[in-house]
């Protein structure tokens, strides 16, 4: 079993930054592909954007232009920076990891974006 642990949610302002990250438990992370998803209050859990285990990237419409998802395998981690947020982006942000016969969600960390 991974477990992963975000943190770096909070409060910004519209026009703001933030960043999120994620750190993996286990041995796994390097073949993994890691991802964000979000979440609000009576929709379905949505992706946000996701990287391979070689680097390659995708990203939700919502997200391209204004949110980069990175990794560093040799700390377990995976990121997502924020810039450019919107109200619209306000969410319960979690991360996922997906390698073979395995996947794992985070606890999930809460964006707001409001002034």
């Known amino acids: 079993q991974v477990r992963l642990v975000e943190s770096g949610g909070g409060l910004a302002q519209p026009g703001g930054s933030m960043r999120l990250s994620c750190a993996a438990s286990?041995?796994?992370?390097?073949?993994?592909?890691m991802a964000w998803y979000r979440q609000v209050p009576g929709k379905q859990r949505e992706l946000v954007a996701e990287?391979?285990?070689?680097?390659?990237?995708n990203y939700a419409d919502s997200a391209k232009g204004r949110f980069t998802i990175s990794r560093e395998n040799a700390k377990n981690t995976v990121s997502l920076q924020m810039n450019s947020l919107k109200p619209g982006d306000t969410a319960v942000y979690y991360c996922?990891?997906?390698?073979?016969?395995?996947?794992?969600w985070g606890q999930g960390t809460r964006v707001t974006v409001s002034s």
């Open positions: 996922y990891l997906k390698a073979p016969g395995l996947d794992s």
């Open positions: 990287i391979s285990s070689g680097g390659y990237t």
């Open positions: 286990g041995s796994r992370f390097s073949i993994s592909t």
